[in-house]
């Protein structure tokens, strides 16, 4: 194993902002709950949390975080907390005609009472950025976090796995998702391959059959227009289903029962825990445990979960070391799409 990697981060950082109350009482001006505040927190979301979580897992990890910030109180927020978390924000572009990304919650007690958003109005392309890093800096692995917010596009993506020197994952959304066929690695849940199957197919009208496919044959269907050397999709609390392009081979690791708090960032834990397990030199196939437990421990906190790669380590050796939780299928017979 590696002694020590260094990973980037590209993509939309987002500012999770949590305002927390207690809520007993109706307004008589709407028919809404009051909620009477104690707190407000400020945290890392987005790509910035996939940052973020790498130095929880490992605090010796060199980060670098590249995307946009609006010149703003809550840019200047994002660029000061990764100081604070020795993340390097060299690659962080701020827009003095825009405005950070923030989705502000209000919550009482473990349940969220709405979410009021305000996003970028302008789409900001880093092409010039990447072939820089990519040039200079010698990376064990970037890891793409897109949220559809305009920091990456075709361009920059084709820009990216040209000039990248180490392997690729990716967490996608829909408007960039095929873009992506030809990287180490892709992380779609089952919403959005399936979402990302109807828009390809142009299918106007979501067939449920379809969305209650098997992952395996959501994953046989998606290889038909889309090449990487791992395709993982991630199901919830139900687990996973992994295809490895060398043996053609789909296999399964089940879901970890967990303490339902927040799904809040479980996805940015799987993509930055697989991200640094790959890096510091562990099998695919082992990575993915570890990716797993991780997420299943991130839900079981409030907002944005941490874990530590350590303490994964040791809960494999104490209760997960059973190599009956996966299995291979080597070939899949009357697959259904």
Same mark, same amino acid.
């Given at each position: 194993?590696?002694?020590? #990697?260094?990973?980037?981060?590209?993509?939309?950082?987002?500012?999770?902002?949590?305002?927390?109350?207690?809520?007993?009482?109706?307004?008589?001006?709407?028919?809404?709950?009051?909620?009477?505040?104690?707190?407000?927190?400020? &945290?890392?979301?987005?790509?910035?949390?996939?940052?973020?979580?790498?130095?929880?897992? *490992?605090?010796?990890?060199? #980060?670098?975080?590249?995307?946009? #910030?609006?010149?703003?109180?809550?840019?200047?927020?994002?660029?000061?907390?990764?100081?604070?978390?020795?993340?390097?924000?060299?690659?962080?572009?701020?827009?003095?005609? @825009? =405005?950070?990304?923030? &989705?502000?919650?209000? =919550?009482? /007690?473990?349940?969220?009472?709405?979410?009021?958003?305000?996003?970028?109005?302008?789409?900001?392309?880093?092409?010039?950025?990447?072939?820089?890093?990519? *040039?200079?800096?010698?990376?064990?692995?970037?890891?793409?976090?897109?949220? @559809?917010?305009?920091?990456?596009?075709?361009?920059?993506?084709?820009?990216?796995?040209?000039?990248?020197?180490?392997?690729?994952?990716?967490?996608?959304?829909? &408007?960039?998702?095929? @873009?992506?066929? /030809?990287?180490?690695?892709?992380?779609?849940?089952?919403?959005?391959?399936?979402?990302?199957?109807?828009?390809?197919?142009?299918?106007?009208?979501?067939?449920?059959?379809?969305?209650?496919?098997?992952?395996?044959?959501?994953?046989?269907?998606?290889?038909?227009?889309?090449?990487?050397?791992?395709? #993982?999709?991630?199901?919830? @609390?139900?687990?996973?289903?992994?295809?490895?392009?060398?043996?053609?081979?789909?296999?399964?690791?089940?879901?970890?029962?967990? &303490?339902?708090?927040?799904?809040?960032?479980?996805?940015?834990?799987?993509?930055?825990?697989?991200?640094?397990?790959?890096?510091?030199?562990?099998?695919?196939?082992?990575?993915?445990?570890?990716?797993?437990?991780?997420?299943?421990?991130?839900?079981?906190?409030?907002?944005?979960?941490?874990? *530590?790669?350590?303490?994964?380590?040791?809960? =494999?050796?104490?209760?997960?070391?059973?190599?009956?939780?996966?299995?291979?299928?080597?070939?899949?017979?009357?697959?259904?799409?």
């Amino acid at each position: 194993m590696k002694d020590s #990697v260094h990973i980037l981060v590209i993509g939309d950082i987002i500012v999770d902002r949590y305002i927390t109350g207690t809520s007993t009482r109706m307004s008589f001006e709407a028919p809404i709950p009051i909620l009477d505040y104690k707190n407000e927190e400020l &945290k890392l979301g987005g790509a910035g949390n996939v940052a973020l979580n790498l130095k929880h897992l *490992d605090s010796s990890c060199k #980060v670098s975080l590249m995307g946009v #910030v609006g010149d703003d109180y809550h840019g200047q927020w994002v660029v000061d907390e990764l100081e604070n978390y020795d993340i390097d924000n060299y690659f962080i572009h701020v827009d003095d005609s @825009d =405005i950070t990304n923030c &989705k502000t919650r209000y =919550i009482t /007690g473990t349940s969220q009472m709405m979410r009021l958003d305000k996003s970028p109005q302008k789409t900001y392309h880093n092409l010039e950025s990447i072939v820089l890093a990519c *040039d200079n800096i010698k990376f064990d692995m970037i890891i793409v976090s897109d949220y @559809d917010y305009g920091v990456l596009n075709k361009d920059s993506i084709e820009s990216l796995k040209q000039s990248a020197k180490c392997p690729i994952i990716v967490d996608p959304k829909l &408007k960039n998702f095929w @873009d992506y066929s /030809g990287v180490y690695c892709i992380k779609p849940n089952r919403r959005e391959i399936t979402e990302a199957l109807y828009y390809k197919l142009r299918k106007r009208t979501v067939d449920h059959n379809d969305i209650d496919s098997s992952l395996d044959s959501l994953i046989y269907e998606m290889n038909k227009y889309h090449k990487s050397q791992y395709i #993982v999709v991630t199901d919830g @609390d139900r687990g996973m289903c992994w295809y490895d392009s060398e043996d053609s081979s789909y296999s399964y690791l089940k879901g970890i029962p967990a &303490k339902l708090v927040d799904v809040t960032g479980a996805g940015d834990t799987v993509i930055s825990t697989l991200g640094y397990s790959l890096a510091k030199g562990y099998s695919f196939e082992k990575s993915l445990k570890y990716s797993n437990i991780a997420a299943s421990r991130s839900v079981e906190q409030l907002g944005c979960g941490y874990v *530590d790669f350590s303490g994964i380590l040791s809960e =494999i050796k104490g209760t997960y070391s059973k190599e009956g939780e996966l299995w291979h299928q080597q070939e899949l017979e009357n697959i259904r799409v």
